[in-house]
Each structure stands twice: as C-alpha cells, then as structure tokens.
C-alpha cells in the first residue's frame, strides 16, 4: 500500500460556456476522510463523478491506486465504493438484493458477503425497509441502501457525494463511528463531499475547500482551523475562506 | 376571472416547456425538439397543402364542410367511440373512486391566495390549450381521411374536456358529499344498462349493428350543433360554437366548484406511486435474488429477471391481448363483414388497419421507456462495480428486440387474423435483424440524449415522466424504433407473401439477427463506456 490511494491532477471540466473544473488537483492516502467543501455549484459532484470515471475530464487525469480511471477502468474501480449524490437504484430490487447485487458484479459469493450485508444493514438501521422494492423507499432509506452497498463490497477507496442527505441523526451518529473506525483500523480511504458541519469537524481529517470549480484551500483538518485563529470552529474558517466573515 | 386566466397561462407553459425544453437551457440543448417542431409542422403543412390542392383539383366538396359524408362504417365507429366515452366518464366519476389529479408543477396553486374554483379553471383551460396544440399530431393523420374528421376530433375533444369532464367531476364530488352516491350510482348504471339494451334492440330490429342514441348522443350532441349551425349561419359558426362552450364550462365550473374542497384534488405524483406500489407489491411474489454463479449471471438475472416486466410476464400480460386482438380481428372479418356492415377495402377497414397498430404502438412506447429508463438510470452501477459492460449492452440489445418482437406480433397476429393472410407472422419473423438494428439504434439515441442532459432532478416535470425525467427523454427514442420497426414488417410483407418462404429466409434472417447483434453490442458498449454519467 505504499501507492496514495487517489491521485487527481490538473482536472478541467467544461459544460458548454460553463467552467465546472478548473484545474483541479488533489490527494487522498489510505486512512484518510478527505472532504469536499463548497457552495452549491462549486463542483464538488463533478470532481466526484469525474474520480470514479463517470465523467471524462477535458483535462487532466485521476489515478485509483495508481491506475488511470479512465485508460484502466475496470482496474482502478475494484476495490471501489461509491454513494452517488441522487442514489438511482434498480427500482424493483429490494435494498438487500442490490447489496448482494452489487457484490456478485465484483465477483464476490454471498457466503463472502452475508456477515457484511447483515452488519450494515444493523448498522445503518435499514432494518424492514430491506426487503421493500426500492422504488417505494423513502429518500433517507435509499440513501442508506446506497452507503451499505458501497461498504459491503470490502472497498479499499471509497467516494461519497453528500452520503448523509436525508439520513436520521442515530444513524448519522452510526455512519461516523463507521467512517472512522474503516479509516483507522482498515486503512480504508475516504473521499467525501458535504456540506454537513458535524461530519466535516468530526470525521473528517482532510479539507478541501472549492468554489467555481477551483481549489481554494487544502490541508489537514489540524492546519485548516489555525487558518482563523486559535480554537476557531470549521465554521469560521469556512466564511473566512469564503470571504464572509462578517456573516 | 384574471387570476384564472394567470393560472391557465402558468400550466400552459409550464407543459409546453417541459415537452419542448427537455434538456437544461442552453442553445444546442433546445435544438432537437426545435428542429423536430419545424420538420413535423413543415410535413403536415405540406400534406394539408397536398391534399386541399388534389381535392379542389378534382372538384370535390369543400374541405371546409365539416358535415358527415353519411358513411355508415364511420357513422358506426363515431357511435361507438362516443358510447365508449360516455360509459368511461361514468365509470370513473360514478362507479368508481374519482379524483382529479393535479399535477407536480403546479400543486403550489392549490396552496395560494387563490379561489379553488379559479384554479380548477385555470387549470382546464391550460390543460385544453396545450392539449389541442400537442394533438396536431393525430389530427394530421385524421387528415387524410378528410379535414372534416379533424373537425370532429378537435370539437368533440373541447366539448369532452370543457363540459363533459368539469361537470362529472365536479357533480360525483358535491354528490359523493351529500349521501346520495349510492342512488346517483343506481341511477348511472341503469342508464348505462338502458342504452346497452336499446342498441342491442334496435340492432335485432333493423339486422345491422346500432348504437343506441342515449349512450352516443351525449358525445355527440354538440357536433350535431355545430352542423346545425354550419347550415345557418356558415363558417362563423366556429366562433359561435368556440364561444358557446367556453361560456358554458365558466359558467358551471365557476358556480359548481364553490363546492368543491382542497382534498378533491390528489397529486399526480401520488396516484402513480400508489399504482406502482401495487404493481411491486405483485412483482415481488417472486424468488428473492440471492443466489448467482458468475457476475455475468448476476447481470443477466436482474436486467432480464427482475425487472417488473420480464419477458416471461410481458408474454404473460401480452398473450390475453394477443388473443382478444386476434378474436377481435377474426370477429370483425367474418362477422360484420357478412352482415354487410364492413368492407375491409374501405375506409373503415382501412382506418381499423392502421389504428389498432398504432393504438398498440403508442400504448407500448410508454411502458418500454419506462423499463428503458429504468435499466439506464442504473448505468453508474454498471460502470463503477461491473467489468463488463458489453454483456449488460448485450441484455440490453436482447430484452428490447424481444419487448419490441413481442408487441409485433400482436399486431401482426391482429392484422393476420383479419385479412385472413398469415404471411403476416412470415414478415415479422424475417423482420428480426431490422427490429434488433432498430433498437440498437434506440439505444444509441438515447445515450447522445443522455449524454447532453445534464443532472436531471428525480422528480419534476408534467404526466408520467414527471416522475421520471430519464423516462421523458426516452420518448423519442422509443417512439422512432417501434414505428421505424412496424414499417418494416409491412414492407417486408409486400415483399413477401406466401410461406413457402420461410424455409428458405428464416436461416440467414437468423445468422443476420446474430451479425446484427454482435456487431451493434460491440460498438454501443464503447459508447456506454465512454459517455458521460450525470444523471
């Protein structure tokens, strides 16, 4: 593991007139919850889709332990989970069957998975809502499903656009513990966009603040809150960086 | 009344926009449903042209005269159509539970300063503008058969949406209010049951089919009218007719809708969830996906399998349609054309032809993108947790020339069973390469589509794809396979007419379909690996 789990260099991305990416670099080791920060339309769901592959950049390329996403993708995606920003999910699966769905296209038996898929499903509190079709669940519950099915296939990288949209503190409490107990003890990397204050202050352990598809500012959580001072709170740093202080 | 108007003005818009303005704003994303307005009015002005020029040409009556020719075929089908109607209504608002549905964009209305009735106005009169720009469409194909029938459709259309609905609607609720539903419901079967017997009577009395007056003229009274006036006062009596009949829905809807309250109105978005809900609830009476060998059977098991319609309970739900279209076709050749009541050769015959396909046709466009956008939506799984993507294309390719195959093949069965000429069934079989390019083509479509649109939210817009945005951009697509692919087998028919064909047609048809479907796999599953994923 002596490769940096993500490498994103010089990403631009246009849509028509408009700039989304713009020269865009970063990196994420194993271990780390890196987190995206921004306004809305700052770019952070581009620079998420453009990682796993869904977006091809104009520029610049994306490294998934030390693999190209979009030269070798099959290569660089399979030890990769992914929470997209709107979950859509096969409506007529039930959120267990997508798990193990999931799992049997990364070549997994169910005998490989069946202690993760109960775990997660415990753990994120889906509890009845497994076995509904999906297109009847509930926007949280679907989120829910999406986070599960990104764990249970074992990923050693894992991206996550806004993963606690819609999702009940209890479980929000659950998903943090999860997080961070995967970072430390399973070296699991963690490529996170949010705009939740809690999950940003106590997870995640890098920032990365961008706005108009630029990198504004990026660093160790520790070195981001000296930026407005001693004993300041993320929240100040942000309007600080933001240029609205006086907010 | 103005604020009506503004709200008629708001729906109005906000359907045209959501049918013409299917991508995000931008210049090149308005171009397609532009430049496909453009060719379509082009085509239909350059019909009417055509046939107003053969037709004065010739001497024939004016184009103008919007009364009857006095055919009886048609005078049959405009009575039945108009009985069919009528019961519908009935049935909806006094046999069963009837609501009005009120759709997503514009629910905030209900929840302004606004009188209920000035919505509900607005929301007719909006609804009935858009509805008549949008149904050009079918009146160019009624245009062949004279401009009169367009006049017909498009009057009988006004009168149904201003008068017959409002009124329905708005009396099963005061009525429903009140207590006396279950009388109103006796009252309404027991005019349904009047006029069953009446035109089964008269029919025995007179040897040839009839529809009762008392369930058609409901329908068609106010055409009688328009005609009535025509010989009065000539073609100023559009205007009059126009005016009489939005006077008429103002004045009831404006003095009846004081009674109606808010919970009157259910979303639309409801009403589809409930129906769904039903529908999972059935599709799950199934074997739990849990067991697979290989990711490929993984892939293959849950886009063929475990979709709501596979093609196992697709041929299931289709082989009663098959059926009845087939006794339906076999009872309209024997039976009324010995009554002497249809000539295949005629214009009914002709019109039967070609509105059962189509009927079929439109109906299926619907559900097929519906699957479609369902199977597409999951692309990002595929792409982030699948190596391979030539497979689930394949699945792909495979499910929808099947989907595509099987509504065919109803029409074709139909179409069969009434010309008595089986050829029909040879067509569609040696047809298969073209359905498969047809629907690989469909599948290239909608990946350019899907590519310009940008983040589609999961819920907006007008009717069924309201809730499915994907789904909305997918009608094009659909719509161009399944009449390119109908086209076909009707060509293919003339080419072919005698199944001594087929032993010699079906074995390079079939290793054609393979080439076809190898090929066209392989190159769509490029596309899909590359194409940008942002919904």
């Not at chain 2, 075929?73 to 909806?92: C, H, P, Y």
Request: charged share 15%; with cysteine; hydrophobic share 50%.
């Amino acid at each position: 593991m002596s490769l940096r789990a993500i490498i994103a260099d010089g990403l631009v991305k246009k849509f028509g007139s408009i700039m989304a990416i713009n020269n865009l670099s970063f990196s994420v080791d194993y271990g780390d919850i890196y987190c995206l920060v921004g306004p809305n339309g700052a770019g952070k769901t581009t620079t998420l889709r453009i990682t796993v592959g869904l977006l091809k950049p104009d520029r610049g390329c994306v490294l998934i332990e030390g693999r190209d996403v979009h030269v070798n993708r099959a290569e660089a995606l399979k030890n990769v989970g992914y929470v997209p920003d709107y979950p859509n999910l096969p409506s007529y699966l039930t959120p267990l069957e997508f798990m193990y769905y999931v799992s049997a296209l990364r070549g997994f038996k169910r005998s490989d998975v069946e202690d993760y898929v109960k775990y997660y499903i415990d753990a994120l509190n889906l509890g009845d809502e497994v076995k509904k079709p999906i297109r009847t669940l509930s926007r949280g519950a679907l989120q829910k499903t999406a986070i599960a099915a990104a764990l249970v296939v074992k990923p050693r990288v894992v991206i996550m656009d806004e993963p606690l949209t819609n999702i009940e503190i209890d479980t929000q409490i659950a998903f943090k513990k999860i997080v961070r107990r995967l970072a430390v003890v399973e070296k699991v990397a963690f490529l996170i966009s949010s705009h939740m204050l809690p999950l940003i202050e106590g997870v995640c352990t890098h920032v990365a603040v961008i706005d108009k598809g630029r990198l504004l500012v990026e660093g160790d959580m520790e070195s981001i809150l000296k930026i407005a001072g001693e004993r300041a709170s993320f929240e100040e740093v942000y309007l600080k960086i933001m240029g609205k202080s006086n907010v | 009344m103005y604020r009506a108007l503004l709200v008629a003005r708001i729906v109005f818009l906000n359907m045209l926009k959501s049918t013409w303005r299917q991508y995000r704003p931008g210049k090149l994303r308005k171009k397609p449903g532009f430049i496909l307005a453009i060719v379509y009015y082009g085509v239909l002005i350059a019909i009417l042209v055509y046939i107003a020029w053969s037709k004065w040409s010739t001497g024939e009556q004016s184009l103008l005269d919007p009364r009857l020719s006095g055919n009886t075929v048609l005078e049959f089908i405009g009575d039945l159509l108009s009985a069919l109607v009528i019961v519908f209504v009935i049935t909806r608002y006094f046999i069963r539970e009837g609501f009005t549905m009120i759709l997503p964009d514009v629910e905030f209305l209900l929840y302004q300063p606004l009188h209920l009735w000035e919505v509900y106005t607005g929301m007719i009169l909006g609804t009935v503008m858009y509805i008549l720009l949008s149904t050009t469409l079918l009146s160019a194909l009624l245009v062949v058969y004279g401009l009169w029938l367009v006049y017909i459709f498009i009057y009988i259309s006004i009168y149904l949406m201003l008068i017959v609905e409002p009124l329905f609607f708005i009396s099963s609720r005061i009525i429903r209010r009140s207590g006396y539903f279950d009388i109103a419901q006796v009252i309404f079967l027991g005019y349904i049951t009047i006029g069953i017997f009446h035109s089964l009577f008269t029919s025995l009395y007179t040897g040839t089919p009839r529809i009762s007056i008392i369930l058609s003229y409901p329908v068609k009274g106010p055409y009688i009218l328009l005609i009535k006036l025509y010989e009065l006062i000539g073609h100023i009596c559009f205007l009059v007719y126009f005016v009489i009949i939005f006077s008429t829905c103002l004045l009831v809807v404006s003095i009846l809708s004081k009674r109606l309250d808010i919970s009157d109105f259910v979303s639309f978005r409801d009403i589809y969830e409930i129906k769904l809900s039903r529908e999972l609830g059935s599709s799950l009476k199934r074997e739990v996906f849990t067991t697979w060998s290989t990711p490929n059977d993984a892939m293959r098991r849950v886009i063929l399998e475990f979709t709501i319609y596979n093609p196992r309970t697709l041929l299931k739900k289709y082989i009663p349609i098959f059926i009845t279209a087939t006794i339906a076709g076999f009872i309209v050749r024997v039976v009324l054309t010995r009554l002497g009541v249809f000539v295949l050769e005629g214009p009914g015959g002709v019109l039967l032809i070609s509105a059962v396909p189509m009927g079929v046709l439109y109906a299926s466009i619907s559900f097929i993108r519906e699957l479609l956008s369902n199977d597409l939506k999951c692309l990002w799984v595929i792409r982030i947790y699948s190596v391979n993507i030539e497979y689930f294309i394949k699945l792909l390719v495979a499910k929808y020339s099947l989907v595509l195959s099987i509504i065919l093949a109803i029409i074709t069965g139909f179409i069969a069973t009434l010309s008595n000429d089986f050829a029909w069934l040879l067509a569609l079989l040696s047809s298969s390469p073209i359905i498969i390019l047809v629907v690989f083509i469909a599948i290239l479509i909608t990946s350019l589509f899907l590519k310009r649109a940008r983040s589609l939210e999961p819920a907006s817009e007008v009717f069924k794809p309201i809730v499915d945005p994907i789904s909305q951009l997918l009608f094009i697509p659909i719509a161009f396979a399944a009449m390119i692919a109908y086209t076909i087998v009707l060509l293919v028919k003339i080419i072919l007419t005698n199944y001594i064909y087929l032993p010699i047609i079906l074995p390079p048809t079939l290793l054609l379909s393979y080439v076809i479907f190898t090929v066209t796999s392989r190159f769509l599953s490029r596309v899909f690996l590359e194409i940008d994923v942002n919904f």
